[in-house]
């Protein structure tokens, strides 16, 4: 009789929360675990293009530790993730504080938030176009037109400086979802707190110091975890602009294990790059947690 009241009452109070969120941990078990669990178990194989699960233990593991491309791969994943992740969040963070504080009337600041969304809002391969167009090596390309006009020689930009071509086309397509959560967090602060600042005669820099900053911690964190997880794993703007090209010298474990698999039909290889990536990525995600203090921030006010 206890353990029917008792099961009845753990049924009346977690019945309906389980109703709710199931449609949720449904979609999130069918699209993201499962995946990751088949990723894994491929990645023990040799499949190719005949489809075969043929399980060769940790062969492909020590295949990807042995393949002289991995430091060139590492060194530029490294180098694409940390300068992109420099612009999506110090750019997107700049150009909120224009559009939101420095621009205090509201139609004016959502006419240029709307200006910079127009990029994220085209199709990928129309906003990858205007970037070849920009780096064109000929000399009707914007940048060797400016080179023209200075009496210099035209340059093959994508050829000579394939990792800054492509760290500015995600860069500046990237600042703009910074620049939405940061708009929405400054908007959220209270305006009594700008006027009293103003009335003790702080100035701008110490408004946004000691203000609109600690305001945006958790924001920051937000946009910097998930924009770090976007370009660890993200690839479609490389592919379009250099395709990892030349050589090397702008490939990114993301767009690696895409070419494993859907170029050179080595499943099991790319399966095996996948799951090195998801490591990488839960490990910077737990340093990040813990570098910003998640635990402090969850059990505190963020605004007084």
């Known amino acids: 009789m206890e353990k029917t009241q008792r099961f009845s009452l753990y049924l009346r109070k977690w019945g309906l929360p389980a109703f709710m969120l199931s449609p949720f941990m449904i979609l999130v078990t069918v699209f993201y675990f499962l995946p990751v669990i088949l990723i894994v178990v491929l990645s023990f194989t040799s ?97 060797n037109s400016i080179r ?12 000579n400086q394939p990792m800054t071509a492509v760290i500015l086309a995600n860069g500046l397509i990237g600042a703009s979802f910074g620049m939405i959560i940061f708009s929405a967090a400054i908007k959220s602060i209270p305006q009594d707190l700008f006027k009293a600042a103003k009335v003790d005669g702080a100035g701008h820099w110490s408004i946004i110091k000691d203000i609109i900053l600690p305001a945006l911690r958790w924001p920051i964190m937000f946009v910097t975890i998930w924009q770090l997880l976007s370009l660890l794993t993200s690839y479609e703007y490389i592919l379009l602009l250099t395709n990892g090209g030349p050589g090397f010298d702008s490939t ?15 499943f099991g290889y790319g399966a095996a790059v996948s799951v090195v990536l998801v490591a990488v990525a839960i490990v910077l995600t737990v340093m990040l947690w813990k570098l910003f203090g998640m635990q402090k921030i969850e059990r505190g006010a963020r605004i007084d």
């Open 148 to 159: 023209e006009l200075m009496g210099l020689p035209p340059t093959m930009w994508l050829v």
């Open 47 to 143: 499949m190719g293009s005949a489809m075969r699960w043929d399980f060769i233990g940790f062969q492909n593991y020590r295949f990807l530790f042995e393949d002289p491309n991995l430091p060139t791969i590492l060194t530029n994943t490294l180098i694409y993730v940390s300068f992109t992740l420099g612009i999506n969040v110090l750019f997107g963070l700049t150009l909120a504080l224009l559009t939101t504080y420095f621009i205090q009337k509201e139609s004016i600041g959502l006419f240029f938030r709307t200006i910079w969304m127009l990029p994220r809002m085209s199709p990928p391969v129309v906003y990858v176009l205007l970037w070849l167009w920009f780096f064109d090596p000929s000399s009707y390309g914007v940048l």
């Open 252 to 266: 990114v474990l993301a767009l690696y294990s895409y070419h494993k698999a859907f170029q050179f039909f080595e």
